[in-house]
């Protein structure tokens, strides 16, 4: 079985770089998020391509703003649609679907992003993390957390450490929280599988950075151990980044029990001439 996750930033916007990357990858069950459309209106847009393609669908989105989506093609039984319990800002936003597919229990969720260290929207982000916790405490083993967490796990997961001093993603009430669904049992499978290498899955889009390689891992897939050591290679689509109309997020593909393309990761292409030198480079919104 092969998972993907990615954030499309407007699926809307993303149609001529999505079905063509379902055709190449071929990926069994997808997790979408930052869909950016109504639920009516992702069906109209993308229902009967996706059918086409043998893939069934559960949405949970909004009109202009955050959504999720699972795509699958290997079972999509007892669909659940949001995060009970779930503070909103101030409403209920659509953040997580989750469904059964190919008896794993699949998780697409779009962590809120902070916005500003002690801000309201960063309490907010805090708060939904620990129901998000409660929800996954319920059967962790067989579940698969799959999205954008809006929070680099560790200094290794960011181009500069210095650069994000400040700003949201990297913060310690952040890793703790993210530490804590990781408690579980939850096992982040990229690193698992690529302890020591450079791995983004997030560029500006502004000052070059994706050409330079100035990135953050913000897009995560957590498996229980049952799943996590079915895992046969673990990476990040970095060509769906590059081109014309990307979103700025790379999709991330997990197999299980066979890996179509061997192991190939952890970065496919790997960037030809990535900034490495700390210090060199700033945030582009840093002044």
Known sequence: ????TWNVNSVKQRVPRLLPWLDERQPDVVCLQETKLADDAFVELLGDELARRDYAIAVHGEATWNGVAILSRAGLEDVAVGLEGAPGFPDPESRLVAATCGGI???SAYVPNGREPGSEHYEY?????????EMLAAAPDATVLCGDMNIAPTDDDVFD???YVGQTHVTPPEREALAELQAL?????VRDRWPNERVFTYWDYRAGMFHQDLGMRIDLVLAGAPVAERVR???VDRQARKGSGPSDHAPVIVDL???P?????????PPSAPVTKRGAKKLPQSP
Do not use: F, S, T
Request: charged share 30%; no cysteine; proline share 8%.
């Open 125 to 133: 982000k805090l708060a939904w993390l620990a129901v998000l916790r």
């Open 257 to 259: 029990d066979e890996a």
């Open 261 to 269: 393309d061997g192991d190939i990761g952890p970065v496919v292409p």
């Open 1 to 4: 079985m092969r998972i993907a």
């Open 185 to 189: 049992g939850l096992r982040d499978v």
């Open 233 to 235: 290679a673990a990476w």
């Open 105 to 107: 229990r699949v998780v």
């Open 161 to 163: 450490p210095d650069a």
